[in-house]
């Protein structure tokens, strides 16, 4: 039988050494050599520690949380897929709650959580959020995915809102385009993006933007109804900024069907580098993070905070891909 100490005998290490490379603690007393030395053994020999045991050693779970509004979000199944990939190196069983924009039933998730006693807890909120939640996050190691949340002083892995909206919009304005729409989504990510845009637009010598609309989800369908809204506020928008590649993919439907071309008529970007940007008829620029990665880094965070390390927030810089929805846009 394979034992801690048979893994410390081949690997030329102390027990304690091998007992902090599986558990993921004390990181700056083992080096990168002899981290990267004991894994290899590990993996070799097939060896697999006894997380029950070690959870009562412990006095752990090894249980986490994940606390999201919906699967439905085209960008969930990655995060999601980044999370479970690190959580398995760590031995973490996943607890799957879905608030489906509840604000209540989030509250009643995170006390349900705390009764459980995992160990900690991965949350990705809703913009809007009961008063009594601060106390119930009080309670467990928390941390924050894409900081909607607005609550002071939880980690988080984030995405520099600020810098897509300003590479979103400046992408618009290089292509010649003056009269700009845009779909807001409210929350705390609409403001940076909003400044994001603004950036641009003083950059270029323009104020405002020509029309702007906020739609209270970021679905294909609410695409189609700002797409209408947008040109009652300015019949002369010749590009659009949407809230995500979804709504984008709402927008070109009711473009087109309104007899548009995209992209010669009206330009669109979208957010987020989801699946819907490179399926349809016409391919969607959009601005583009990692959300495996997003998952990946949230869950090595949370192992951290969960080990008493120090931890700082984590924030991605999103790129800007060109695709066919704006790439041949006419000078206007």
């Known amino acids: 039988m394979l034992t801690l100490k048979k893994v410390a005998e081949l690997a030329g290490v102390s027990t304690t050494t091998v007992s902090r490379v599986l558990n993921n603690t004390y990181r700056n007393k083992v080096s990168e050599a002899t981290r990267q030395r004991v894994l290899r053994i590990v993996e070799e020999v097939g060896y697999r520690s006894s997380v029950p045991a070690r959870a009562l050693r412990q006095k752990r779970t090894y249980q986490y949380g994940l606390v999201i509004p919906s699967l439905a979000f085209s960008y969930m199944p990655e995060v999601v897929q980044g999370l479970q990939l690190v959580a398995a190196q760590y031995d973490y069983a996943c607890l799957l709650y879905i608030t489906q924009e509840d604000s209540s039933y989030e509250l009643e998730i995170f006390r349900v959580l705390n009764s459980l006693h995992v160990d900690g807890v991965v949350w990705m909120p809703q913009p809007h959020h009961e008063p009594n939640l601060v106390q119930a996050l009080s309670q467990k190691k928390v941390v924050e995915i894409l900081n909607r949340s607005g609550i002071a002083n939880l980690p988080s892995v984030t995405i520099d809102q600020e810098l897509g909206g300003y590479l979103a919009a400046k992408h618009l304005l290089d292509m010649g385009h003056r009269r700009i729409g845009a779909i807001l989504h409210p929350g705390i990510h609409w403001k940076q993006r909003f400044a994001g845009y603004h950036r641009a637009l003083r950059e270029a010598g323009q104020e405002n933007l020509s ?122």
């Open 211 to 332: 029309a702007l609309v906020y739609t209270d989800m970021v679905l294909w369908q609410n695409g189609i109804t700002a797409f209408h809204e947008l040109y009652q506020q300015d019949p002369g928008i010749t590009a659009i900024l949407a809230a995500s590649d979804d709504v984008a993919a709402g927008v070109i439907y009711a473009a087109r069907h309104q007899g548009l071309c995209v992209p010669d008529d009206v330009a669109v970007i979208g957010f987020g580098d989801n699946p819907i940007s490179r399926q349809g008829e016409v391919s969607i620029s959009t601005i583009r993070h990692s959300k495996r990665e997003v998952g990946e880094q949230a869950m090595r965070l949370l192992v951290a905070l969960i080990n008493n390390e120090e931890v700082k927030d984590i924030v991605f810089r999103p790129k800007l891909i060109v695709r066919q929805s704006s790439s041949n846009s006419l000078k206007k």
